[in-house]
Each structure stands twice: as C-alpha cells, then as structure tokens.
C-alpha cells in the first residue's frame, strides 16, 4: 500500500516533467513563455554581479564609492559592473540594456557573449551598439529559425520587404533603398525559390514593376505572371528585354537632367540626382528585375551565341552600375556566379552589394558569394545542412554577417496573391511587348439550373 502512495505521489511530478520536456521539444515558444523566460530572469537576477566580474566585465570602483562604503559600512569593496537597466521580455527572449563602466567598449561585452549564454541558460545572446556608453542584450531563448514565425510587428515602407527571419528573432527586410542589388547563390532545393516567393509576393502588393527573366522556360515565375509587366523565359527573349530596360534607365536619365535645369534661386530641396527627388506626379515607378538561374546567361552552345552573350553581360552591368538612380533595382539568383562563367561574371558580381547564400556545394561557391565581403561567413554557410532549406547567410558591405531562415509559403498561395494585387502594376509601355500570357481562372461548374417552367395561357 505504502509503494502505491509513493508511485501516486510520484506520478504528477513525473508527468510534469515530461510535459515540460515535450513542450520544449515541440513547442519551443510555449515553453519558453512558461518556463524558460521565469528561470533566466531568476538566473540573471542572481547571478549578474559574479557573472560580470567572472566575464572581465567589471571596473575598480570610484574614489567616493569607495569613500562610501567604509563609511557606512564594513563591506569589502568590490569590482562595479556596468550598471543594468529595466529587463523586458518578449516572445523569444530578454531584452535588457547596459551603461558600460569608464573604460569598456562594446566589444568587450560581445566577446563575452558566449559566457553569459551559459551563466543564465539561454539559447544565443546578441549585443547591439544603441548609443555611446550604452549596449542592448538581446537574449534569446531558443532556436528561432528551427520553426521560423515572423515578428507580428515589422516596420515596411515602399521597396522595403520582410522577407526572413534572423538568428536575433528580429526581421530581416530587403530594402531596396539602401541595398539597391543582390546576389541569392544556392544548390538545388537549398531554398533560394522560397526566398524568392516570399520576395515577390511581398513587392507585388506596392506600386512596383516587376519584371523577371527565368530561363527555364519561365518555371519558376510563370506562376507569378499575373503581376509581372514583363517576363523572359529564354535567352533569346533575354535579348530583346535587357536593351528594352538599358533604354528605359536612359530615358529616365534625361527625365532627371530635365529637372536640373537650375534656375538662379531654385530651392536645394527641388534639386536632385535620382527619381526620388522628382515631383511625386513626375516620378516613374521603380522597377525589381528578378533573374533566377543567372549562368543560363552566360553559357553558349555555338560561337553565333557569343555575341549575344556578351551584348546580354554587357547590359546587366549597366544596369547594375547606372539603375539605382534610375530606379531599377538586381536581383540575381543562381547556383554559381564566377570567372569560370565567361568575361562579365566578376564584374557583375562584384556590383552586387546584396549577398545571400544558401547551402552550397562546394567551399568556392560560398567564397564567390561571401568572400569579398565577409570572409567570417564563409565557414557558416558552408556548414547549413541539407535537412534545413530555406537557412541562408546574409552579408554586406560592413563585413557583417548573421543567419537567416525564409518562412514556408506555398506555390499557390504566392500565385493567388499575385493574381490578386494584378491591378498595382504600372503601366510602363515600353514593357507591353513582354507582358506574359495569363491564362484564365477556371470557372467552376455550378450546381444545374432547373430549367423554367412553359408559360401557358
């Protein structure tokens, strides 16, 4: 009688246990609400002065602190750490920022990352610069990008686009602004068209021509012709376009001179060098040249098709060196994009600010994407593993660097969005030749009408 009692007793907090070890398995948000956020703010609370002063975090205090104590009372005087300010949770994790002691910088707090991950058991910890003297921890306390759940509140605007999310559970948007063009390498089923869905369906809801070039007979974006002003699906209609858009950049060119025809006078603010700063009735819309499988361009069969290739280069590194204050913005995708391409390929490359790279197959690829600008990230995204597509290392021209992941979004829903936001595409006449075939939704049959009765006198 006395081994039931035990077993009974024994039994809730058993299945308490395993409750929280399923909960922290598969439902790792939820648990980290429940349990992980009470037991890190205990953690941290605790253990925050022996863990700053154990990290090399901690100064000799003042002369009048030391004054201070012995006065009042017979404690020793102790090292300061950088005073704490007001811990806030969020959804995956703390929040908490810290004014540094006379002395320190905010790289000593960042070097010191990984041993206040252990001390206060969370999962990753980030540091972010706000001001001088001043550094924010964002503590997060799980695998974020395991189960991707984009932030519910993200900051948009025109030509801004929140395409991922990043390690720091923070979104990762693709601002067109500030990054004109972009680089997404990866190997097959590594998640560039994921990328790539989620990039377009969210442009085509904003006053933007998307234009695409897919030479794998236009599979990939066919499905979002419904919304492209333009679409090539081989190397031949590739031909015809590029010229078609060097002409239009030229065309808005001499739009911008036109309005620099400075009069003694004229305010600074009505004097400009991009479309940006024309009159919003003058301005053109800005256009998202997609191209996916971008050594299709440059591989040739015969020496007739060498001509065509270098006229087709030729063309992309205008657009990618003059489109950006002409509004017309890259955005290259591919396997590889290097020397072993032909003449041009480096060059292009090297005008993409932009670079993403997803799982590749070899050491080189990832160099070609992340190399030149952040040679750090090389390592990463060589390690991403085949069983997590859509997992990507994003880099920029500061030399840094942090993971990404790419929500799912299903072919037909990305279709259906584009068939529904069809009306926002401008009309640019110069792309009407290109406007691709769409076919018609199907009508569903409906249920059969019965047929009306004779009228009879």
Not at 116 to 131: E, Q, S
Not at 215 to 232: D, I, M, W, Y
Not at 245 to 253: A, F, G, P, Q, W
Request: with cysteine.
């Amino acid at each position: 009688m006395t081994d039931l009692v035990t077993l009974a007793e024994l039994s809730g907090p058993l299945a308490a246990i395993g409750g929280a070890a399923y909960a922290r398995h598969a439902h790792p948000a939820a648990y980290w609400s429940t349990v992980g956020l009470p037991v890190s703010v205990v953690r941290l609370m605790a253990s925050y002065s022996s863990t700053m002063d154990a990290c090399g975090l901690t100064v000799a205090p003042s002369r009048l602190r030391v004054l201070a104590v012995k006065a009042t009372t017979r404690r020793e005087v102790r090292p300061v750490p950088p005073r704490r300010g007001m811990i806030r949770p969020t959804t995956t994790g703390l929040r908490l920022r810290l004014r540094l002691a006379p002395g320190q910088e905010p790289a000593d707090v960042a070097a010191s990352a990984e041993r206040l991950r252990h001390a206060w058991g969370v999962h990753t910890v980030y540091v972010r610069n706000v001001k001088p003297g001043v550094v924010e921890l964002r503590l997060v306390g799980f695998d974020v990008l395991r189960k991707v759940r984009m932030p519910r509140r993200i900051d948009g605007g025109l030509l801004r686009v929140p395409v991922a999310l990043r390690q720091d559970a923070t979104a990762f948007v693709r601002d067109y602004r500030a990054v004109p063009h972009e680089l997404v390498l990866g190997a097959t089923l590594s998640g560039k068209s994921m990328f790539l869905r989620n990039l377009l369906t969210g442009l085509a809801a904003q006053p933007v021509v998307l234009v695409g070039i897919d030479c794998k007979r236009g599979v990939e974006l066919a499905p979002f012709a419904a919304r492209l002003s333009a679409l090539a699906t081989d190397p031949e209609q590739a031909a015809e376009l590029l010229p078609v858009l060097v002409k239009e950049m030229e065309d808005r060119y001499d739009l911008i001179k036109a309005r620099q025809g400075i009069a003694p006078g004229t305010p600074d603010e009505s004097i400009t060098s991009d479309i940006w700063g024309l009159p919003e009735g003058e301005r053109p819309a800005p256009i998202v040249l997609f191209i996916d499988e971008v050594a299709e361009l440059f591989l040739i069969a015969t020496r007739k098709e060498e001509e065509r290739r270098d006229e087709m280069v030729t063309q992309l590194i205008r657009l990618a060196q003059l489109g950006r204050a002409a509004g017309i913005y890259l955005e290259v995708c591919g396997q590889r994009l290097g020397a072993e391409l032909g003449k041009g390929a480096t060059m292009l490359r090297a005008q993409l600010s932009g670079r993403v790279c997803h799982r590749v197959n070899d050491e080189a690829s990832a160099k070609m994407a992340l190399g030149d600008m952040a040679p750090e990230a090389v390592g990463a995204a060589c390690a991403i593993a085949a069983e997590l597509p859509g997992l990507a290392v994003v880099g920029d021209t500061s030399g840094g660097w942090s993971r990404i992941r790419t929500p799912y979004m299903s072919l037909a829903d990305a279709a259906v969005t584009c068939r529904e936001t069809a009306h926002l595409a401008p009309d640019v006449p110069a792309l009407t030749p290109f406007r691709p075939y769409v076919p018609p939704v199907p009508v569903k049959a409906s249920e059969p009408v019965a047929a009306p009765l004779p009228v009879t006198e």
